[in-house]
């Protein structure tokens, strides 16, 4: 009987795994997927905004002269609002805001020229940065920063290019823009996972199923084949072995309780089903390595 309850734990254990096999490389295949994409839409916008920052930078740099950019806008406002048209050029549906900002001496960034065409920030007005860290390196090490910002419908990135005069980083030409994803692809992967999700539940519930009329039957099993009264194998499991045994490669013993009979009618059943538990608990205790098994009433089959 273990060797039939082993090969159905086995069995199961196999259907869940394929269950699981199945469902994961399709649904985590379908985010690399849509992950892959997204990067691509990324890069190549970021290819082109860094191509066009890099001669805005070099414009506003050759506007400055020897004048730091930063004192430079503070004490020329002319200058400023020619670096602000020049900002606003940029600005297209897709890129929504094109700003240059600045890092004070308290360590808090604010605008230095902006050219965005609605909402536009006064000159040194505070600017409350997200992803802090980012912004703080580009300052640092004067490496440009692609901060990306993903939602249900569109990508947005946070382009970042430092402004170098005289080997320090001086200012932070910024844009912010955003990508529509491509609506089809997206919604044919989401269907994907839709349906990978909702076959595994499925399965998952059948499997749940199964393993209920597996434990149901094992009790069952449990009732048929196992002495209620010792916790033995009973006859019944030696009938169930019977074609699957040859016999004559084992030593069998037939152990009988003597005068059974006078112990229950001296002391009653109670007794007599106190001994009769004794006695397998003695032979279960010292023959580990025999079957024991009650073969009916005081009998013992060893």
């Not at 890099?54 to 503070?74: C, E, H, R």
């Not at 536009?120 to 901060?147: P, Y």
């Not at 009618?265 to 025999?290: C, H, M, Q, S, W």
Request: aromatic share 10%; proline share 2%; no cysteine.
């Amino acid at each position: 009987m273990k060797a039939t309850q082993y090969r159905i734990d086995r069995s199961l254990m196999a259907l869940i795994i394929l269950v699981i096999s199945a469902f994961v490389p399709v649904y985590y295949g379908s985010l690399k997927i849509e992950e892959y994409v997204q990067n691509r839409l990324i890069s190549n916008a970021t290819s082109i905004i860094g191509s066009a920052f890099d001669n805005m930078a070099g414009q506003i740099l050759k506007q400055m002269g020897d004048g730091d950019i930063v004192l430079t806008l503070f004490q020329n406002e002319d200058l400023r609002r020619q670096v602000e048209k020049s900002l606003s050029v940029l600005v297209t549906p897709e890129i929504k805001y094109v700003y240059i900002v600045y890092r004070d001496e308290e360590g808090k960034f604010r605008f230095l020229a902006d050219g965005s065409k609605d909402d536009k920030a006064q000159l040194g007005e505070k600017f409350d940065v997200i992803h802090e860290k980012e912004w703080i390196e580009a300052m640092e090490t004067g490496e440009r920063k692609v901060i990306v910002q993903d939602n249900i419908y569109t990508i947005g990135a946070t382009y970042i290019k430092p402004i170098v005069q005289k080997g320090e980083v001086r200012a932070l030409l910024v844009a912010d823009f955003s990508v529509k994803k491509v609506e089809e692809l997206r919604a044919t992967l989401g269907f994907i996972r839709h349906i990978s999700v909702a076959t595994a539940i499925t399965s998952l519930v059948f499997l749940y199923i199964a393993v209920a009329q597996y434990i149901k039957g094992r009790k069952i099993a449990r009732s048929l084949f196992l002495d209620r009264l010792t916790g033995l194998p009973n006859r019944n499991y030696i009938d169930e072995l019977e074609g699957r045994l040859r016999i004559s490669d084992y030593y069998t013993a037939l152990i009988d309780i003597d005068d059974f009979k006078r112990i229950n009618a001296t002391f009653g059943p109670e007794a007599g089903d106190r001994v009769i538990r004794e006695v397998a608990l003695y032979l279960r205790t010292n023959l580990k390595n025999a079957s024991v098994i009650r073969y009916g009433g005081e009998e013992f089959l060893v």
